[in-house]
């Protein structure tokens, strides 16, 4: 059981480059979370999914599409990196919906540096 | 990564103390809040979590605190160790924003041996 995991661990692009940042989850979870993490920041939702096929905008989601075509996958991509997008982005998954006390649990990170 | 965390508060405790770590929060509509713990190069990881229901929760070696009457959190941890060294997030889940987590911005431990 793996967890919460992600794909790349580093990244970095030149403005105006795309990419793709993977986030997989092995227990079975319904909502699934893009988080990007800034100094002095604490973690800001970008985008969030309640479940395979459907995704929803968070508090920061200029910039940034994702996909849930998988219910273990969530899918975060930036079409036309800006340097304000570099940051550490963080995916997490949780087993019901919010409303429950199911708590978020989170992957390991991904480094996006964009020059 | 060890970008996050300039800027940020710190707590410095001597290995063996016990450290208090606040955090305040500003929607009287939040419900659930729970606290977690983010080592370097790592993400954050669940540590305590409370209901508005309740003023106290207890697990192993931490506990948590909820004062709704000045929307203060608090997690203490007993017998500090090394290995408690870590960026400490709370955060609230707030009824009136779809039940999303709204993070603070966090707190430094430092553990001197």
């Known amino acids: 059981n793996a967890g919460v995991t992600q794909t790349p661990k580093f990244r970095v692009l030149k403005t105006g480059q795309s990419m793709t940042l993977l986030c997989a989850q092995d227990m079975n979870h319904e909502y699934m979370y893009w988080y990007r993490q800034d100094p002095g920041m604490g973690l800001r939702l970008i985008h969030y999914?309640?479940?395979?096929?459907?995704?929803a905008k968070g508090e920061v989601p200029d910039g940034y599409n994702v996909s849930r075509l998988k219910k273990q996958n969530f899918l975060l991509g930036l079409e036309s990196a800006a340097p304000s997008q570099t940051s550490v982005y963080f995916c997490?998954?949780?087993?019901?919906?919010?409303?429950?006390?199911?708590?978020?649990?989170f992957g390991p990170g991904t480094r996006l540096t964009v020059l | 990564g060890e970008s996050v965390g300039l800027h940020l508060p710190t707590l410095s405790v001597q290995e063996g103390d016990n450290s208090i770590i606040n955090c305040a929060y500003s929607?009287?509509?939040?419900?659930?809040f729970i606290w977690y713990k983010q080592e370097s190069g790592k993400g954050p990881q669940f540590i305590i979590d409370i209901r508005s229901n309740m003023d106290k929760r207890q697990g192993q070696r931490v506990t948590v605190l909820l004062n709704k009457t000045v929307k203060h959190l608090s997690l203490q941890i007993a017998a500090t160790q090394p290995g408690d060294s870590a960026v400490y997030f709370c955060a609230e889940r707030r009824m009136d924003s779809s039940y999303k987590l709204i993070f603070g911005s966090g707190t430094r431990l430092l553990v001197r041996p």
């Open positions: 999914s309640v479940g395979e096929g459907t995704t």
């Open positions: 929607n009287s509509a939040s419900d659930y």
């Open positions: 997490a998954s949780s087993l019901r919906t919010p409303r429950s006390t199911d708590t978020q649990y």
